[in-house]
């Protein structure tokens, strides 16, 4: 008879802690939102600017110039100086494939929901198939450069017995090493991946500018994006700093800066070719004329 108020009451404060958990949880989605369409737009406003984007590339340039001057003063033993540490094997070795996983998600939804247009869309997704041709085909010519300037060594204990052996197969199936000119593989695909991937999210900018509809997926989209890019510049750094040889690096990176100023430059302002990031997405003002 006497524990009916007893239950009542437990019965309340559990739904006061209910309704305290229900209103916690709508505080941090807003939260999360409120942040998530900040973050996005200043984003969006510092990739989309011209000026900045300018200083960026002087500032890859900077990187790999300068940045092996950082080895005289950081710790060799940092997990970053290996060459088995978990980004250099989970995200270098196979950064083209983020790249292509981020940026082609974003591209996808940015140009269908600009245009509506499934022909619109695959042509702009096509820079993505161009950019893995431009790597397997650089990848190919660094192998064939290492092949020509290359030479096939024995490692002894007095040091290394040159070999007369023609090519690196052979050499290799030896049992030697075989050693030549390097061109920095990582260095050419991380610069590549870094130019090409501020060039397709500076769109967002217009994007936005134009009402375009832009929902949290796709704002989360973007900041992912943004937040590999800044990866892609750390791990650029941590390269030039701890791995290859200074020449290496150099014209590793400079083979990608020339092959984004051929597509991205140049190509693709051309209209027989996938077409530059945001063409034919937005809609141009109509001048107006004057009648007298």
Same mark, same amino acid.
């Given at each position: 008879?006497?524990?009916?108020?007893?239950?009542?009451?437990?019965?309340? $404060?559990?739904?006061?802690?209910?309704?305290?958990?229900?209103?916690?949880?709508?505080?941090?989605?807003?939260?999360?939102?409120?942040? #998530?369409? *900040?973050?996005?737009?200043? $984003? $969006?406003?510092?990739?989309?600017? !011209?000026?900045?984007?300018?200083?960026?590339?002087?500032? #890859?340039?900077?990187?790999? &110039?300068?940045? !092996?001057?950082?080895?005289?003063?950081?710790?060799?033993?940092?997990?970053?100086?290996?060459?088995?540490?978990?980004?250099? &094997?989970?995200?270098?070795?196979? /950064?083209?494939?983020?790249?292509?996983?981020?940026?082609?998600?974003?591209?996808?939804?940015?140009? *269908?929901? @600009?245009?509506?247009?499934?022909?619109? =869309?695959?042509?702009?997704?096509?820079?993505?198939?161009?950019?893995?041709?431009?790597?397997?085909?650089?990848?190919?010519?660094?192998? #064939?450069?290492?092949?020509? =300037?290359?030479?096939?060594?024995?490692?002894?204990?007095?040091?290394?017995?040159?070999?007369?052996?023609?090519?690196?197969?052979?050499?290799?199936?030896?049992?030697?090493?075989?050693?030549?000119?390097?061109?920095?593989?990582?260095?050419?695909?991380?610069?590549?991946?870094?130019?090409?991937?501020?060039?397709? /999210? +500076?769109?967002?900018?217009?994007?936005? /500018?134009?009402? %375009?509809? +832009?929902? @949290?997926?796709?704002?989360?989209?973007?900041?992912?994006?943004?937040?590999?890019?800044? #990866?892609?510049?750390?791990?650029?750094?941590?390269?030039? &700093?701890?791995?290859?040889?200074?020449?290496?690096?150099?014209?590793?990176? $400079?083979?990608?800066?020339? +092959?984004?100023? %051929? =597509?991205?430059?140049?190509?693709?302002?051309?209209?027989?070719?996938?077409?530059?990031?945001?063409?034919? %997405?937005? !809609?141009?003002?109509?001048?107006?004329?004057?009648?007298?």
């Amino acid at each position: 008879m006497e524990r009916g108020p007893v239950v009542g009451a437990g019965l309340g $404060a559990g739904a006061r802690i209910q309704a305290l958990l229900g209103c916690l949880v709508r505080v941090l989605l807003w939260v999360a939102s409120a942040l #998530l369409y *900040f973050g996005s737009e200043q $984003a $969006a406003r510092l990739l989309g600017s !011209p000026c900045l984007r300018r200083l960026y590339h002087a500032w #890859l340039a900077a990187v790999v &110039i300068f940045g !092996p001057l950082l080895q005289f003063h950081v710790n060799p033993r940092t997990i970053f100086a290996s060459h088995g540490n978990f980004f250099n &094997i989970k995200f270098v070795n196979s /950064a083209w494939g983020w790249t292509c996983t981020f940026l082609g998600g974003f591209v996808l939804l940015v140009v *269908f929901l @600009a245009t509506r247009r499934v022909a619109v =869309t695959a042509r702009h997704l096509s820079r993505l198939v161009v950019g893995a041709a431009v790597w397997r085909g650089a990848g190919r010519a660094f192998l #064939l450069i290492e092949d020509l =300037t290359g030479s096939c060594f024995e490692p002894l204990p007095q040091g290394l017995l040159l070999h007369e052996l023609p090519d690196r197969r052979s050499c290799l199936a030896a049992g030697h090493q075989w050693r030549g000119y390097t061109v920095s593989s990582h260095t050419f695909l991380l610069t590549f991946c870094c130019l090409l991937m501020a060039e397709e /999210a +500076a769109v967002f900018a217009k994007y936005l /500018a134009h009402g %375009l509809p +832009a929902g @949290a997926p796709l704002r989360l989209v973007f900041l992912l994006n943004v937040l590999l890019l800044g #990866l892609w510049n750390f791990l650029l750094l941590c390269t030039v &700093i701890y791995f290859h040889q200074y020449t290496h690096k150099v014209v590793g990176a $400079a083979v990608g800066t020339f +092959a984004w100023h %051929l =597509t991205y430059g140049s190509w693709y302002h051309q209209p027989w070719s996938p077409g530059s990031p945001g063409h034919g %997405l937005f !809609p141009r003002p109509h001048s107006s004329h004057k009648h007298n």
